[in-house]
């Protein structure tokens, strides 16, 4: 059953999802959940506290959802790999989240909006990006890739363009394109390291 905070965090987050971090106010949030403001108070002592609880949920949430998708689309780690792309266009198409369309990355937007790269909001979203590129990491050395974490850094800046092109230009197809370049560089990476596919 979900606690007051639960619904608090669940609003906020899509609140600040849709219509930004500085741009949603605590009356709105405070409205759409049905809490009272001293129940926001009891816990959290500012809205800063509260962007940060929004993150580590959609960090949590988007992580766990990313990485289901990727694990039940094969066993076998390469093709793990370039299934992320066809997930991140499911998502791109808003079908991925219930209830929550595709508004582009919250983590790019928080750190666009917290621009300061010590602000405790900035750094959890470096944090998720993090957590992603390590999670990519391990794949490339679970396929037997060579140097699994410069490969993890490169697909990871695919999927971050195709994160901003289908946000800004309207494209879901972006995860496509990514998905072929991706294809080239773990085909280059291989042949690299001299150890075809087996």
């Not at 992320?84 to 508004?103: I, R």
């Not at 890739?145 to 195709?162: F, S, V, Y």
């Not at 773990?186 to 001299?194: D, V």
Request: with cysteine; net charge neutral.
């Amino acid at each position: 059953m979900k606690s007051r905070r639960d619904d608090l965090v669940e609003t906020a987050l899509k609140l600040f999802y849709i219509h930004g971090f500085n741009a949603t106010g605590i009356d709105r949030i405070l409205a759409e959940s049905g809490v009272a403001k001293m129940t926001l108070y009891k816990h959290f002592r500012s809205k800063d506290e509260l962007i940060l609880a929004a993150l580590q949920l959609r960090d949590e949430r988007f992580r766990n959802w990313l990485m289901a998708e990727m694990e039940k689309s094969s066993t076998d780690p390469e093709e793990r790999l370039l299934s992320m792309f066809p997930a991140l266009e499911t998502w791109f198409l808003g079908k991925a989240f219930k209830g929550l369309g595709f508004s582009g990355c919250a983590f790019i937007n928080a750190a666009g909006e917290f621009g300061d790269q010590a602000h405790p909001a900035h750094r959890l979203a470096a944090e998720h990006k993090r957590r992603i590129v390590d999670y990519l990491s391990e794949l490339c050395r679970d396929a037997g890739l060579p140097d699994p974490e410069d490969l993890a850094e490169q697909l990871a800046l695919l999927k971050e363009g195709a994160i901003a092109t289908a946000h800004v230009r309207n494209m879901p197809e972006a995860a496509r394109t990514a998905e072929k370049m991706a294809r080239v560089l773990i085909e280059a990476a291989r042949a690299r390291g001299g150890q075809p596919k087996a």
